[in-house]
């Protein structure tokens, strides 16, 4: 004979599905905080009183019936998000859980729950009022024969700080708290909570706030108000990231540097088993100025606040993304390479999982993941292989090879040629993949650089793939203009290298014609005696500063038709961050331009005196630079060079008898002359005196002083002098003075403002030879 048996359930199950499962209380507060985000919540509030052991939980989601409560709430594992249809689940509430326990998470943070609820346009609240002692009391007493109390109130109990739900919503009201509830277990939480619900400060669908209750009326920060952060702008702005996205069978995928767009790319997806589901990740890269400013602003560092959290369906997957987690190998294969890889420190980001439900599982006890199965795998390996490598293959390749990146905040280090270089051959790289098709690149990183000495095979070749993937005929054609460059530059360095050694053969004979002249002074003569390889030689040193003046000339044009062309307000800035990579454009362009500006100003004063030096030339014009007396050629400059010039000041040197044995450039010393010379000029001084005195054992001091007008200190700060460009007239250039700096610091020595700085009086050191 038999009969038919049915298991019984033990009233100990509360604490197996309660305290026992759910051990933590702030994964027991998120899952609360995760019901009342199912009911369609936009406000959560949580109140914690020490002084009555409460904590009451306040939503204003579509609340309960009593007959919701009756069927649904006291129903053990039931779960509307469990019987969601899985094919409209996209357009239904993204459900936290399916598992219908999440309820008993009340149970872990105290023994006593009074719930309050009311739909919209309800009559009554209903009130139901649990005690969990009893159900521990007696195990063999059956789970459902403990009675629990359920019924109607007239109103919402009223709370310290916030506001009862106004129309609809549930109150939970916490009684004989298990856990002590401090400031510090509420900052605690708090950061738990940002990093479950939102890490990133990047959405505000749902407003989650704590409140304690300790008598006072002034919040305390930190503890009380809205939970979140608001880091999104560091991580768009700062830092290299990737973004990626898994669905309709492809995988999208855009990388940006410091908020410059590098390129984007489709490929077709290699993952059958994510093909119900979409898979959207923001994996960030935070190098050293990043990870500070981060510091600075969240006050934890980026190690500690976690690397890459997993969110399923708009919720947090925990621990995926903690401090000591490790669930991707990232910091296995870390120690594989440390120069190599990215580790979990590395590295900050979020991928969110749209499925439907029971796709992907949690395990119950909630702190544990996701259960491993194919499904689970694959989602891994795609935010392994397209979000975190790929991320890596540009960081390792581009941003670590320029040790001073880890300190710039901006994109400014991707401007130099082999900075271009490493981006091309990323991008290159991906264009030689068969399937992966390039939606976009920079085209100012991906070009063909100016210099045809800075171009290599390696890069012709990246580059021809790119233009090939993207029939990019604009491309192709610098690519051809680039090669014939690179032709005629070896056949011209070919020609001059024959030319060299002619000179060479020459240059004997020529020495010795210029030793002859060499009579009347040390550096400076008369004009009978040029002759016609002095003149040759003249014109050659005019040719090579010529050349110097046309190709600052050049390089400034080329600057200048950068930003005239970045000037032009683009139809579509989508946000400030455009706005500011277009002005960092400009200043880039604009600082180049000046640099080639001020280059051409030296060279140019460098010709000129190259071509005064015709009456006088015992100058050895040919190798620029001479060895002998510095104050010896001083002398003679002065008494032969500038005596009795109309409409400028009466110019003395007094050597005082001193000597300064060193190598020297004259047309450099002459420039340098000249210079403080005009500026007395345009002082109105009438004269200007250079007084050389001893300084120290190998050193000279050359004091100048003018009796011009001085230095205006309303118009002109002295500090700022010598920099390039500055200037007080309304007619000046700003590259005098810094082109007399440069040749005295070429020099080793120092010049700076002698006296109080009121006067344009100089002080210039220069070192003599070390014995």
């Known amino acids: ?99 219908g326990i999440g309820r008993f998470a009340c149970d872990t943070l105290g023994d006593g729950l009074e719930l309050y609820s ?34 109607t109130a007239p109103s919402f109990p009223r709370i310290a700080n916030a506001e009862p739900p106004p129309q609809h919503g549930t109150m939970l009201v916490i009684k004989g708290t298990r856990q002590e509830w401090n400031e510090n277990a509420i900052r605690r939480l708090r950061r738990d909570l940002a ?64 908020g410059r767009k590098i390129y984007a790319i489709r490929e077709p997806s290699p993952y059958d088993e994510l093909t119900d589901c979409r898979v959207e990740g923001q994996v960030y890269f935070l190098n050293r100025s990043a990870k500070h400013t981060f510091t600075s602003r969240m006050s934890v560092r980026p190690v500690e606040f976690g690397s890459v959290f997993l969110f399923l369906n708009g919720f947090r997957v925990s621990p995926i993304g903690d401090e000591f987690d490790d669930t991707l190998g990232l910091n296995r294969r870390k120690q594989q390479g440390q120069s190599r890889y990215l580790g979990t420190r590395d590295i900050i980001g979020r991928v969110d999982v749209t499925a439907p439900p029971k796709m992907f599982r949690e395990v119950s006890s909630r702190d544990a993941g996701l259960i491993e199965d194919a499904r689970s795998r694959a989602l891994y390996e795609a935010i392994r292989r397209h979000m975190i490598f790929r991320l890596e293959r540009y960081v390792v390749g581009v941003n670590w090879q320029d040790r001073p990146d880890q300190d710039r905040d901006t994109s400014e280090g991707l401007e130099t040629d082999r900075a271009r270089e490493r981006v091309l051959g990323i991008v290159g790289s991906l264009a030689r993949s068969k399937d992966v098709e390039i939606l976009y ?80 002074a040390a550096f400076l003569g008369s004009s009978q005696d040029v002759d016609v390889e002095r003149i040759q030689l003249l014109m050659h040193q005019a040719t090579i500063h010529l050349g110097h003046v046309r190709a600052a000339i050049e390089n400034m044009a080329h600057e200048v038709r950068n930003i005239l062309a970045a000037a032009v307000m683009p139809k579509e800035i989508d946000d400030l961050g455009d706005v500011e990579d277009l002005l960092a454009t400009i200043r880039q362009s604009a600082r180049r331009a000046s640099v080639s500006i001020a280059g051409a100003s030296l060279s140019g004063d460098r010709l000129r005196t190259v071509l005064s030096f015709a009456p006088n030339i015992r100058v050895d014009l040919e190798t620029d630079k001479v060895h002998g007396d510095l104050l010896q050629f001083l002398t003679e400059y002065f008494e ?59 050193s000279v001091l050359i004091r100048v002083i003018d009796d011009g007008l001085g230095i205006d200190r309303r118009k002109v700060d002295p500090s700022k002098i010598f920099e390039r460009g500055y200037t007080g007239s309304a007619n000046g250039t700003g590259l005098g003075l810094y082109s007399i700096r440069q040749i005295v610091e070429g020099m080793g020595g120092t010049i700076e403002l002698a006296g109080d700085g009121t006067r344009a009086d100089f002080d210039i050191v220069v070192p003599g030879e070390r014995q």
Not at 122 to 143: A, C, H, K, P, V
Not at 673 to 692: G, M
């Open 118 to 151: 009311r739909t919209e346009g309800g009559n009554w609240i209903s009130r139901l009022e649990i005690d969990w002692t009893r159900f521990e009391q007696d195990s063999t007493e059956e789970f459902q024969e403990v009675e629990v109390e359920l019924g």
């Open 195 to 258: 990093k479950l619900i939102d890490p990133f400060g990047t959405t505000s669908h749902v407003a989650v706030s704590t409140w304690l209750v300790d008598g006072s009326e002034e919040r305390m920060e930190g503890v009380d108000g809205p939970v979140g952060n608001n880091i999104a702008d560091i991580l768009r702005e700062k830092t290299s990231r990737i973004e990626v996205t898994v669905a309709d069978g492809r995988v999208d995928t855009t990388l940006f540097d410091r």
């Open 1 to 99: 004979m038999t009969t038919r048996e049915s298991f019984r359930v033990s009233s100990h199950l509360k604490d197996i599905i309660g305290r026992d499962l759910v051990t933590n209380e702030f994964v027991a507060i998120f899952e609360l905080v995760k019901n009342s985000f199912d009911a369609g919540a936009t406000r959560v509030d949580i109140e914690f009183d020490p002084g009555e052991a409460s904590i009451t939980i306040v939503d204003d989601g579509k609340g309960m019936t009593s007959t919701d409560i009756r069927d649904k709430w006291l129903f053990v594992a039931y779960s509307e998000k469990a019987l969601s249809a899985s094919d409209n689940y996209r357009d239904k509430i993204a459900f936290a859980g399916s598992k």
């Open 441 to 520: 690149y920079d085209t100012e990183l991906v070009r063909v650089a100016d210099d045809p000495d800075k171009i290599t095979d390696d890069a012709l070749k990246a580059m021809s793939a790119v233009a090939e993937s993207r029939s990019d005929v604009s491309l192709l054609g610098q690519v051809e203009e680039a090669r014939r460059r690179i032709a005629e530059l070896r056949a011209s360095r070919d020609e001059a290298r024959q030319a060299a050694l002619r000179a060479m053969a020459e240059r004997a004979t020529a020495d010795a014609r210029i030793a002859a002249l060499e009579k009347q």
């Open 640 to 698: 032969v060079r500038l005596v009795g010039i109309p409409g400028m000041p009466a110019a003395t040197f007094d050597a005082a008898n001193l000597a300064l044995e060193r190598e020297f450039s004259p047309v450099d010393v002459a420039v340098l002359v000249d210079n403080l010379l005009d500026n007395a000029r345009k002082a109105k001084a009438s004269k200007i005196e250079f007084k050389a005195t001893r300084k120290g054992q190998d």
